[in-house]
């Protein structure tokens, strides 16, 4: 079974050009609702599926991805 | 929870000016999580270019030095002599590195400065607007080659990468891709060795990475990434062209 | 001592640890002389590919702290025109040495007074200046070529010594002064690594307009101050002139043997030498324009310094001009004959 996975999205930072959904496993991320200040709708985690793999952290170009396992 | 991925602490906690889904950002975030892992703070400066990523050290937290469109590798070589037991490396678009600034490029390699580059091949010349670049691809509309590069016009895509592998003061020359996790990690991996290259003293230090510009190539994000994959690296083969780290000394 | 080794051993002596440069006739005799003191001293000789990269290697070495310098002649220092306006922009010290030759274009390698314009007004683009020294004996180039490098760290500027051929060939005893003694202030801009420190950056790029114009304000306050602190010029038998001939570097050396000429027959003929051409010694031209009766500009171009011998004096005494560009060097007793034919026609 997968670890266990969370990830936090600085969405200040984030430009939404949604690669962070493009490479992840799970679809736990998705786009907010909301709009963030740049007027862009962040990424925000979507369900609790996440696994903690990173690789939505490693493409990232905002670095706006954190990534916690446990 | 154990934190697995937090931002690196080099790269300045601002918004930087990159567009959505370009790929300085990402080189910027790989090149200050190096300068983290390896401890490299107090002994790094980096020399970016003209071009998108004139702006570096408002990112950069490390020491930074302007230069010259295409004069990197000179500065560079500059602080080099001047600093030997310092890491210097210039940061540089296509552009910069394989137009204006070949000769100062070919002649440090040449001279086995030890000196990394970064060159970030995106195909066009981003800041000022997505003209023509020595790389762009065949085929490809840019502002100034608006029915597209043709060879018998504007020549051929420059694979500066590869000339410069056959120089014998160049130890170290690689080109890697952003198109995915996986090479976005080897390009990382290739970085760090360029910079451990570097600290070798072995010689010259290159790493080209191919990197999307999807603002001009006015697709997605997505789509830039799928074209960076499918379509630049057929024109531009990753990989390393040469190691002269993993020859036996004579 | 030769010209150019006495440069050379005046930059070495002045502390000068990394020279970079590209050959180009008549100044090789620089780099040659650098390459082999430069390895005794452990200094770093570099031979660029190109004058370009030798101004942009003199740029690193100058942000890293270190005293540096290049040496060109005329098209060389063309190309260094990109670097010299990054350099001045950055504020960051160096020396630079043009043996000016016979142009425009490839022209010749003669020497020449050809390239003052570009020396005095910056050369490259943008608004700035840097101080500019005239030397016009091998002793002198040597102690300016010392003092180069403090009045670089001193203001944070580029400097450049203007010469030509013959004061690089000419053979003549000198002393080797010590080093002067002057406090230059803590280099707290370079770039050494961010240890245990907040990272710096050095750069141009200022976007905002505002901003821009304040560093360039900022710029114009220390070459204000430049202006007001460096003018360095000097008098020959000024006194009771009552024609004051105006020249620099080897052209001064000319007119100084002309000036001897004209007074052994009993003409008051009287010679200012500016040192620096960049601050230009107005201040002491202006007050020989209360004393003279006419001024002679002389130079070995087709009248460069004129301009600002006519600013300073500000019509207020007529100047006449006597040129010969293209690298012909005259011999005193022409200058002579010119200050003769002005004599009897201003009726002085
Ligand atoms: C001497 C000079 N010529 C032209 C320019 C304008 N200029 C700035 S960046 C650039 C090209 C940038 O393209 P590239 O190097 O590919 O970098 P990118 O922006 O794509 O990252 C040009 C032509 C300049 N700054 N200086
Ligand atoms: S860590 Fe992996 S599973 Fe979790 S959100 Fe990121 S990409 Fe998806
Ligand atoms: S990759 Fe980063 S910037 Fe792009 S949408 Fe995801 S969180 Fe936002
Ligand atoms: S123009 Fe292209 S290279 Fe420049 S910031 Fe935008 S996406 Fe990046």
């Given at each position: 079974m997968a670890a266990k996975g969370k990830i936090t999205i600085n969405q200040g930072l984030c430009k939404a050009c949604e690669l962070c959904l493009t490479v992840c496993p799970d679809e736990a991320i998705r786009l907010s609702e909301n709009l963030n200040e740049k007027g862009y709708h962040p990424a925000e985690p979507a369900k609790d599926s996440c696994r903690g793999c990173a690789l939505c952290a490693v493409m990232c170009p905002e670095a706006a991805i954190e990534v916690y396992r446990g | 929870m154990k934190a697995i991925y937090t931002r690196p602490?080099?790269?300045?906690?601002v918004s930087n000016h990159y567009c959505p889904g370009c790929g300085h950002s990402i080189i910027h975030r790989l090149v200050c999580e190096l300068v983290d892992e390896m401890d490299m703070r107090g002994r790094i400066i980096c020399i970016p270019p003209a071009g998108c990523a004139v702006l570096a050290y408002n990112y950069f937290d490390f020491d930074v030095c302007e230069s010259a469109h295409g004069r990197g590798c000179a500065v560079a070589t500059g602080f080099k002599r001047a600093q030997p037991d310092r890491i210097i490396f210039t940061y540089q678009g296509d552009g910069d590195m394989a137009a204006i600034g070949t000769a100062e490029t070919l002649h440090a390699a040449n001279r086995g400065e030890k000196i990394t580059s970064i060159f970030v091949n995106?195909?066009?010349?981003?800041?000022?607007?997505g003209q023509m670049a020595p790389t762009t691809m065949i085929g490809q509309k840019t502002t100034t080659s608006p029915y597209g590069r043709r060879t018998e016009v504007e020549g051929y895509p420059l694979k500066i990468t590869e000339l410069i592998a056959t120089?014998?003061?160049?130890a170290y020359v690689t080109r890697t891709s952003l198109a995915t996790p996986a090479k976005i990690r080897e390009t990382k991996k290739a970085i760090k060795k360029a910079f451990e290259v570097q600290m070798a003293g072995t010689g010259y230090s290159l790493v080209e990475v191919l990197s999307p510009c999807p603002t001009n190539w006015k697709v997605s994000p997505r789509e830039a990434f799928v074209y960076l994959e499918e379509t630049m690296e057929k024109e531009y083969p990753i990989g390393v062209m040469k190691d002269n780290t993993t020859k036996k000394d004579k | 001592m030769k010209g150019t080794d006495a440069l050379g051993e005046a930059a070495i002596r002045a502390g000068c640890t990394c020279y970079f440069g590209y050959p180009i006739t008549p100044q090789n005799e620089v780099p040659e002389y650098m390459s082999r003191r430069m390895e005794e001293v452990g200094g770093v000789f570099l031979q660029g590919e190109s004058e370009i990269a030798s101004i942009n290697m003199v740029l690193g070495a100058a942000a890293s702290g270190k005293r540096a310098m290049t040496s060109s002649s005329s098209p060389g220092i063309s190309l260094k025109q990109e670097g010299l306006s990054f350099m001045a922009a950055l504020e960051l010290p160096a020396v630079i040495v043009n043996i000016n030759r016979g142009g425009?274009?490839?022209?010749?390698i003669a020497p020449s007074q050809g390239d003052y314009y570009q020396a005095t007004r910056g050369g490259g683009h943008g608004d700035y200046r840097m101080p500019v020294y005239a030397p016009a004996s091998v002793q002198e180039l040597y102690d300016i070529t010392m003092k180069s490098f403090d009045v670089a760290d001193l203001y944070r500027t580029p400097v450049m010594i203007l010469g030509d051929g013959m004061m690089g060939q000419i053979v003549e005893p000198i002393s080797l002064n010590e080093r002067p003694e002057v406090e230059i202030p803590p280099k707290d801009y370079i770039l050494d690594g961010a240890q245990d420190r907040p990272s710096r950056i050095v750069k141009s790029l200022i976007l905002d307009p505002a901003e821009m114009e304040e560093h360039n304000w900022k710029l114009k306050r220390k070459y204000d101050l430049m202006a007001h602190e460096l003018p360095q010029w000097e008098e020959f038998?000024?006194?009771?002139?009552k024609l004051t001939i105006i020249a620099y570097g080897t052209a001064a050396r000319i007119a100084k043997g002309a000036v001897k000429r004209a007074r052994s027959e009993g003409l008051k003929v009287g010679l200012l030498r500016p040192i620096t051409l960049w601050p230009f010694p107005e201040e002491a031209i202006r007050s020989l324009a209360k004393k003279t009766k006419l001024f002679l500009v002389f130079e070995?171009?087709?009248?460069?310094?004129l301009d600002d011998v006519r600013l300073a004096i500000e019509g207020r005494v007529p100047c006449e001009f006597y040129g010969r560009p293209g690298g012909v060097v005259p011999i005193p007793q022409e200058i002579a004959r010119i200050i003769e034919r002005y004599w009897l026609q201003k009726e002085l």
């Open positions: - | 602490k080099s790269l300045k906690p995106n195909a066009v010349y981003g800041m000022t607007g120089l014998p003061g160049a | 425009p274009g490839l022209g010749n038998m000024t006194d009771d002139a070995m171009s087709t009248g460069q310094m």
